[in-house]
């Protein structure tokens, strides 16, 4: 059938054909026509050739399809980092950085940095046997970008990052997320079930609540073996330490909150080398990609194991101390023993990070609970990490802490504590909570003379066994300090704890049912 168009053209022709016999083919008014209103003749109308408006092609790199993940970090001084894993596999002549996408700050835009390009890395020495372990296999880049201070608005394509804010006003903290699949313990955790694993409901519960940080304290990874074939809850779980368990334990699962804040990441024992190190250092280290600390090659781990501790300032008289405490093991240590000396230079370094002036409120996270305790079932409950305090009563006796730190916040322990001192100690928050199996309960009341370290006194403790998150909201000023809500994984608020000092008071005490 003839469309409309086509039609049209066919008359437009005949037309043409006419004009050209009444004028005769060479006529010298064959280039003019005839004005019926005047009787004279105008030059016909002209349509100017066509160009092809310029079309900037699309950057492939920076293509949403490739983006697997993208996310900003602070790390030591504030540094802002905006990091992206990507699938994208460039041309080979597109240079080092050519698989990277751009990376748009307040309008203008930069490609990003290789910080590491894929890799299979071979099997090395893990926590597991070598037939229930394999190679790591990163078939991604990543890619960085710091971020100035003074940045107003900063993407990924279409993809809008979330910024550092001077003073944040809230803070959503969490730690142990992971799904918990290791044949050494029998733990198979149904990780397609959020109900047994519920990150995804913690995390888009907890960016609800529109943070402006998250802190995450440690054990991000937790996919170690597979599945296997006569448990049905995690059939067709990846595992081992490579990409794709990082995406399904981490990156998938955590994305509203990853795409809600920027974060400030802690170091757990599930990241140290012969475990999910090699990922750690790769996604998210905030320090410079370094082979030799990259947990591929175990004759680096005395290095690769241990960083320097670093505080990020969260503004008006508030801080937060980092510290790497991965390696630490159960047992106390020698003052002669290697990690005894790497600990203790990273306390000699919390202890002047802790005497910055004007600080009213100073944090110490790490991932290992040192002041506080580890339910055992059907018995008392252990005290804290005996590694650490090993060291840290060697530098200041039973004060464990340096001068200067108030509270402090650590995973580890799947549960939640809000621990007061009667004794001149800092207050003691555990928040292990976020998606791995729970631990069971605490005793309650604790049995008498129960205490997290020699020379403590406990004033008062609230805890409870719950899937969830915890929330630090900023007093208003003039009042220094924060206010830390224990919440469950679906947003019930479990308890109210103000902070002032090296105090916390909770609005319950004891044990916090479901």
């Given at each position: 059938?003839?469309?409309?168009?086509?039609?049209?053209?066919?008359?437009?022709m005949?037309?043409?054909?006419?004009?050209?016999?009444?004028?005769?083919?060479?006529?010298?008014?064959?280039?003019?026509?005839?004005?019926?209103?005047?009787?004279?003749?105008?030059?016909?109308?002209t349509?100017?050739p066509t160009?092809?408006?310029?079309?900037?092609p699309?950057?492939?790199?920076?293509?949403?399809?490739?983006?697997?993940?993208?996310?900003?970090?602070?790390?030591?001084?504030?540094?802002?980092?905006?990091?992206?894993?990507t699938?994208?596999?460039?041309?080979?002549?597109?240079?080092?950085?050519?698989?990277?996408?751009?990376?748009?700050?307040?309008?203008?835009?930069?490609?990003?940095?290789?910080?590491?390009?894929?890799?299979t890395?071979?099997?090395?020495?893990t926590?597991?046997?070598p037939?229930?372990?394999?190679?790591?296999e990163?078939?991604?880049?990543?890619?960085?970008?710091?971020?100035?201070?003074?940045?107003?608005?900063?993407?990924?394509?279409?993809?809008?990052?979330?910024?550092?804010?001077?003073?944040?006003?809230?803070?959503?903290?969490?730690?142990?997320?992971?799904?918990?699949?290791?044949?050494?313990?029998?733990?198979?955790?149904?990780?397609?079930?959020?109900?047994?694993?519920?990150?995804?409901?913690?995390?888009?519960?907890?960016?609800?609540?529109?943070?402006?940080?998250?802190?995450?304290?440690?054990?991000?990874?937790?996919?170690?073996?597979?599945?296997?074939?006569?448990?049905?809850?995690?059939q067709?779980?990846?595992?081992?330490?490579?990409?794709?368990?990082?995406?399904?334990?981490?990156?998938?699962?955590?994305?509203?909150?990853?795409?809600?804040?920027?974060w400030?990441?802690?170091?757990?024992?599930?990241?140290e080398?012969?475990?999910?190190?090699?990922?750690?250092?790769?996604?998210?280290?905030p320090?410079?990609?370094?082979?030799?600390?990259?947990c591929d090659?175990?004759?680096?781990d005395?290095?690769?194991?241990?960083?320097?501790?670093?505080?990020v300032?969260?503004?008006?008289g508030s801080?937060v101390?980092v510290?790497?405490?991965?390696?630490?093991?159960k047992?106390?240590?020698p003052?002669?023993?290697p990690?005894?000396?790497?600990?203790?230079k990273?306390?000699?370094?919390?202890?002047?990070?802790?005497?910055?002036?004007?600080?009213?409120t100073?944090?110490?996270?790490n991932?290992?609970?040192?002041?506080?305790?580890?339910?055992?079932?059907?018995?008392?409950?252990?005290?804290?990490?005996?590694?650490?305090?090993?060291?840290?009563?060697?530098?200041?006796?039973?004060?464990?802490?340096?001068?200067?730190?108030?509270?402090a916040?650590h995973?580890h322990?799947h549960?939640?504590q809000?621990?007061?001192?009667?004794?001149?100690?800092?207050?003691?928050?555990?928040?292990?909570?976020?998606?791995?199996?729970?631990?069971?309960?605490?005793?309650?009341?604790?049995?008498?003379g129960?205490?997290?370290?020699p020379?403590t006194?406990?004033?008062?403790i609230t805890?409870?066994?719950?899937f969830?998150?915890?929330?630090?909201?900023?007093?208003?000023?003039?009042?220094?300090?924060?206010?830390?809500?224990?919440y469950?994984?679906?947003?019930?608020?479990m308890?109210?704890?103000?902070?002032?000092?090296?105090?916390?008071?909770?609005?319950?005490t004891?044990?916090i049912?479901?």
């Amino acid at each position: 059938m003839r469309t409309k168009k086509a039609l049209g053209w066919t008359a437009g022709m005949v037309a043409l054909v006419a004009v050209a016999g009444l004028h005769g083919c060479g006529s010298d008014d064959t280039n003019t026509t005839t004005d019926s209103s005047t009787g004279g003749t105008t030059p016909p109308a002209t349509t100017p050739p066509t160009t092809p408006p310029t079309v900037t092609p699309a950057d492939a790199a920076t293509a949403s399809a490739n983006i697997q993940a993208a996310w900003v970090e602070i790390g030591d001084g504030n540094q802002a980092i905006a990091r992206a894993v990507t699938s994208y596999v460039a041309p080979a002549d597109a240079g080092t950085n050519g698989v990277c996408p751009m990376l748009t700050v307040d309008g203008k835009a930069t490609r990003m940095t290789l910080r590491v390009g894929p890799a299979t890395v071979p099997l090395r020495t893990t926590a597991s046997a070598p037939a229930d372990s394999k190679p790591s296999e990163f078939p991604v880049s990543v890619c960085e970008a710091t971020v100035a201070s003074t940045a107003t608005s900063a993407a990924i394509g279409t993809q809008t990052l979330p910024l550092p804010k001077a003073l944040p006003q809230r803070i959503v903290v969490l730690a142990d997320t992971g799904c918990r699949l290791k044949k050494a313990d029998n733990a198979w955790q149904a990780c397609s079930d959020t109900d047994a694993w519920p990150l995804s409901t913690v995390a888009t519960t907890a960016a609800g609540f529109n943070p402006d940080l998250v802190l995450h304290i440690g054990d991000y990874h937790y996919r170690e073996n597979a599945c296997p074939p006569d448990i049905a809850g995690c059939q067709g779980s990846p595992w081992g330490y490579g990409w794709d368990t990082w995406q399904a334990d981490l990156f998938k699962p955590a994305a509203p909150l990853l795409a809600k804040a920027p974060w400030v990441v802690v170091r757990g024992n599930h990241e140290e080398c012969a475990r999910a190190g090699q990922g750690w250092s790769r996604f998210l280290d905030p320090r410079p990609f370094d082979t030799t600390r990259s947990c591929d090659d175990p004759v680096n781990d005395s290095s690769g194991n241990y960083s320097d501790p670093y505080a990020v300032s969260l503004g008006g008289g508030s801080q937060v101390i980092v510290f790497d405490s991965a390696k630490a093991g159960k047992a106390a240590l020698p003052t002669n023993d290697p990690q005894f000396i790497a600990y203790q230079k990273q306390f000699q370094t919390v202890a002047t990070l802790a005497a910055k002036p004007g600080m009213t409120t100073t944090i110490f996270t790490n991932h290992h609970p040192i002041l506080g305790f580890a339910p055992i079932a059907g018995a008392n409950p252990a005290p804290g990490n005996l590694a650490l305090q090993s060291v840290m009563s060697n530098l200041n006796a039973q004060a464990y802490y340096p001068t200067g730190v108030h509270v402090a916040l650590h995973g580890h322990v799947h549960d939640f504590q809000a621990i007061n001192f009667a004794s001149a100690h800092p207050a003691t928050i555990v928040t292990g909570n976020g998606g791995d199996n729970l631990d069971v309960a605490l005793p309650d009341p604790l049995p008498a003379g129960s205490v997290p370290a020699p020379g403590t006194t406990i004033d008062r403790i609230t805890h409870h066994a719950s899937f969830g998150f915890l929330v630090m909201d900023r007093k208003a000023s003039p009042a220094t300090g924060w206010t830390f809500k224990a919440y469950a994984k679906d947003g019930k608020l479990m308890a109210t704890c103000n902070q002032t000092g090296n105090t916390v008071t909770c609005d319950k005490t004891g044990f916090i049912a479901p």
